[in-house]
């Protein structure tokens, strides 16, 4: 029993850890060119995790539209989105991009 409940706790562990950070916010601008764009984090709580991020992206990225897959090229301004993100030296890299419908 012991060894089913550390396994469960492991496995929750490395599950938690695939995708260590995660921002919600609107598509400000996207540099098709560079498979980037801006994120603004404001999301109406002003005091908290405001901003403004630059979201880098790599052809491993994972993108949806809701639950449906899609590509880069339906990342729009005015987007609402979550990032599910992991950070390289000073560059927030997206894992996953998930647009709200």
């Given at each position: 029993m012991r060894t089913l409940v550390l396994a469960s706790i492991l496995t929750c562990a490395v599950a938690a850890s695939a995708f260590a950070d995660q921002k919600d916010g609107e598509v400000l601008?996207?540099?098709r060119a560079?498979?980037?764009?801006?994120?603004?984090?404001?999301?109406?709580?002003?005091?908290?995790?405001?901003?403004?991020?630059?979201?880098?992206?790599?052809?491993?990225?994972?993108?949806l539209i809701g639950a449906t897959p899609t590509s880069f090229q339906a990342v729009a301004a005015g987007a609402n989105v979550q990032i599910d993100y992991?950070?390289?030296?000073?560059?927030?890299?997206?894992?996953?991009?998930?647009?709200?419908?």
């Open positions: 601008v996207v540099d560079g498979h980037a764009f801006a994120l603004g984090t404001n999301m109406g709580f002003p005091t908290y995790g405001a901003g403004k991020a630059t979201i880098m992206t790599t052809p491993q990225t994972q993108y992991h950070t390289d030296g000073a560059n927030s890299v997206a894992d996953r991009v998930i647009i709200r419908p």
